[in-house]
């Protein structure tokens, strides 16, 4: 193989857990577990050495984790940063840079116990400052997903470079959830602190604590990641490198993976139509599963009164847009249809009983007729831009099977593939689209991963915050309600009539929900031990050692 063409060691350190009535629901996630099927048997020890070669589809658009929650960033980020706990394949929360934890019988008090050797990969000692200026400084104005948490922190504590004591404002039930990656990345104060957290040079050369630091770097090739000889978890990493190649092309990466130019394939830059004939290979690690349940959306731009300002386009949208068709033939029945947010495998919180929009041409077409858009000469009513991202497999299928579906009422969907840091600058900072076609992630919980596409006070220009700008106080009374409330049934409560209200609002249509498909060559172990795709690769090894 050549260079860009190449088992653990379970912390047992207990950690002190929430009170039974805050023990979060994190951890009590219901997943859909597909298939897990290692058609190597793995060897008993780890082999030290070796490279892995994982294909993504861009270049990062950014190695701060701080501020992002993009996939392809987190593809190298993950591997570079730690949280101050890490997530099993059960959303169990496991020691990492903290070594054990404690949260008051009130739920606003908790207490992590840090590890003590620690460092950053520029040798700089890990302490509570830097935990302390993460969530205070980075997290809570940056992260799209984390500011909705840590903005209820209302102040940390560090009696010791050990011990870190965070107070919140109120309960907030996934907080220890949060602190796992990719929502609760540490970074270094001695780096960050006074600069400019949008543009520092920290974004282009990140420094972590993490078991790989980043090494050669070529834009549009491959970024290297050395392994971190000092590395706090003694042993590991086991490779001596991973190499993230970058192929925009789905079809290349495919071909790649095939010839054994490419090790590990994730469902994000594995097309849906070749990942059967690829699971069909033999001698491979196959891992399908729901990660984060994730919900594939089309968004509207509310920018303008008109037209997609006016609720009855919205929904005549909605009932034009066939979503069994798009699972059935467009992502070959992997998936099924969506009616909310908060996916139905996350049976907790779901809401059956939403208002659904029927796939109804003849409705589209009244609703279309009434709000003002009658067809023209040509049976066009009106054009609109839809924005996505073509080397997001999810994404790119559904954009084209949507386009198709509005063109026969009359819609003319103008397709605008871009190149992913373009379409995060062009959606997400300009606002400049009409329909924006993205998959989003729950994290396990809708209060960290629904709550920040909705919400009032994230309509802000970065990416994959409340794109839509869709603003209701009352479905904000009702996240904030769920957020905080004690029990799992309680919480269910309040989402139930927030779902209801986003369905009669129509900020956006939930397409489908989808499980994941992620291939690895059988020469690498170790592997998918997370439920993100991001996390744990100080584990993974290669029998071979090569």
Request: aromatic share 10%; proline share 8%; with cysteine.
């Amino acid at each position: 193989m050549s260079y860009l063409g190449s088992s653990f060691e379970r912390v047992r350190v207990t950690a002190s857990h929430p009170p039974r009535a805050l023990k979060l629901i994190s951890v009590a996630v219901f997943i859909l577990v597909l298939a897990a099927r290692p058609a190597v048997a793995p060897a008993q020890t780890p082999v030290r050495g070796g490279t892995v070669v994982q294909a993504i589809g861009a270049d990062p658009p950014t190695m701060n984790p701080g501020t992002t929650t993009d996939t392809t960033a987190w593809s190298l980020m993950g591997k570079v940063f730690n949280g101050l706990t890490y997530l099993d394949g059960e959303y169990h929360n496991h020691p990492d840079l903290a070594e054990s934890w404690s949260v008051s019988a009130d739920g606003l008090t908790y207490t992590f116990k840090l590890r003590r050797n620690v460092k950053w990969h520029d040798g700089k000692p890990f302490t509570s400052e830097d935990v302390k200026f993460s969530y205070l400084e980075i997290l809570s104005n940056f992260h799209p997903v984390g500011r909705i948490g840590y903005a209820l922190v209302a102040a940390i504590e560090t009696p010791d470079p050990h011990t870190a004591v965070i107070k919140l404002k109120a309960p907030f039930g996934p907080f220890v959830f949060m602190t796992a990656l990719p929502t609760g990345a540490i970074m270094p104060k001695h780096l960050l602190a006074g600069q400019d957290i949008t543009t520092a040079e920290f974004n282009r050369k990140p420094v972590g604590t993490g078991p790989f630091k980043l090494g050669e770097t070529v834009k549009g090739s491959h970024y290297v990641l050395e392994r971190n000889p000092d590395y706090f978890k003694k042993g590991q990493p086991y490779l001596d490198r991973v190499v993230l190649r970058v192929m925009p092309n789905p079809a290349s990466r495919v071909l790649a993976f095939e010839k054994g130019e490419v090790d590990v394939l994730y469902t994000f830059f594995l097309p849906v139509e070749q990942a059967g004939r690829l699971k069909a290979m033999p001698g491979l690690v196959v891992k399908e599963y729901m990660v984060f349940p994730e919900v594939v959306t089309l968004f509207f731009n509310l920018k303008d009164s008109k037209p997609l300002g006016d609720l009855r386009v919205r929904q005549a949208i909605a009932h034009a847009i066939d979503k069994k068709f798009l699972v059935e033939k467009g992502y070959f029945g992997q998936g099924r249809p969506a009616i909310s947010p908060i996916p139905s495998n996350l049976g907790w919180a779901h809401n059956p009983r939403v208002p659904v929009y029927a796939y109804d041409p003849a409705q589209a077409a009244a609703l279309f007729d009434e709000a003002g858009y009658p067809k023209g000469a040509g049976g066009e009513r009106l054009t609109l831009r839809m924005v996505y991202d073509p080397a997001n497999s999810a994404a790119n299928k559904a954009s084209e099977v949507v386009a198709q579906q509005l063109r026969a009422v009359g819609i003319n969907a103008k397709q605008m593939p871009m190149e992913r840091s373009l379409m995060l600058d062009k959606v997400y900072k300009q606002y400049d689209f009409d329909i924006h076609i993205h998959n989003y992630t729950t994290y396990g919980d809708p209060a960290v991963g629904v709550t920040r596409v909705y919400m009032c006070d994230n309509i802000r220009p970065v990416p994959f915050a409340n794109v839509s700008r869709y603003c209701n106080p009352k479905v904000d009374e009702l996240f904030r309600q769920a957020a905080s409330a004690p029990s799992q049934a309680e919480r269910a409560r309040y989402y139930a009539p927030a779902m209801e209200q986003l369905a009669r609002d129509l900020p956006s249509i939930p397409l489908f929900e989808y499980g994941d498909t992620n291939v690895a060559r059988g020469r690498v172990q170790g592997i998918f031990k997370s439920l993100s795709a991001h996390a744990r690769w100080d584990e993974v090894w290669v029998s071979d050692g090569k």
